[in-house]
């Protein structure tokens, strides 16, 4: 199976400032999708980006952006303008061709006011 | 639209007693997927279904826990006997085949004590 590394446990950024969490996959398989989900302490499971591996350009959604690496099996996030808000556990997540899903062990970002 | 329903929010019980989390998945969805979080494992890939069928059991931890999908708009987790080590949120997820490539939709989560 697919295995999904996040090598940093926790993290923390100044409001306003900018943060990249990393993330390492490793897979055969040359058809697949990557995520990043989040989870605030409410716990719900919150769809943050996706990125499609057929796809050279990296994904963005507003402050969100991936730096996708397909040769390397990386696939960092990057947190543009911090907010207080953004405060939660974040998942990198592999969909295989198969469809079956696989996350990371996720790093805990602190956002200091 | 009606998210990923699961019940209950919150079980506590005793060690030795049979327990069921259910699901109903979104409407139109094809795969319906469990999960299982701690703090020592993270999310772990129970099992999941393809229009109600199990393809990938693999993740279950062992034969006290057992799945069943009797039609596209439910489905159970069910575990006999538990113990204190199968407390955790168990999450279901739901995703269509088209449109979205490969979101997974997650409900509130169901938050199991074992004691």
């Known amino acids: 199976a697919q295995t999904v590394t996040q090598s940093q446990p926790e993290m923390s950024v100044q409001e306003a400032e900018t943060v990249t969490l990393s993330c390492t996959y490793d897979?055969?398989?040359?058809?697949?999708?990557l995520f990043w989900y989040k989870q605030p302490p409410s716990r719900q499971m919150i769809l943050v980006i996706r990125?499609?591996?057929?796809?050279?350009q990296n994904a963005t959604e507003n402050r969100f952006s991936v730096n996708f690496q397909k040769a390397a099996k990386s696939f960092s996030l990057k947190i543009s303008d911090s907010q207080l808000g953004d405060a939660a556990m974040y998942f990198c997540?592999?969909?295989?061709?198969?469809?079956?899903?696989?996350f990371g062990a996720g790093t805990r970002l602190t956002v200091k006011p | 639209d009606a998210g990923v329903i699961q019940s209950p929010r919150h079980e506590v019980t005793e060690m030795g007693q049979e327990v069921t989390l259910r699901c109903k998945p979104i409407?139109?969805?094809?795969?319906l997927f469990w999960y299982r979080q701690t703090m020592m494992r993270g999310l772990e890939l129970l099992i999941y279904?393809?229009?109600?069928?199990?393809?990938?059991d693999s993740g279950m931890p062992e034969d006290r826990f057992s799945a069943k999908m009797p039609n596209a708009s439910f489905s159970t987790l069910k575990i006999q006997p538990s113990e204190p080590r199968d407390s955790a949120v168990y999450f279901c997820?739901?995703?269509?085949?088209?449109?979205?490539?490969?979101?997974?939709?997650f409900g509130e989560g169901s938050r199991l004590t074992v004691l």
């Open positions: 409407s139109g969805h094809d795969y």
């Open positions: 997540a592999y969909r295989s061709a198969n469809f079956d899903m696989r």
């Open positions: 997820a739901s995703s269509p085949i088209r449109g979205q490539p490969g979101e997974l939709f």
């Open positions: 897979t055969s398989e040359s058809d697949y999708y």
């Open positions: 990125q499609e591996a057929y796809k050279q």
């Open positions: 279904f393809n229009n109600n069928v199990p393809i990938d």
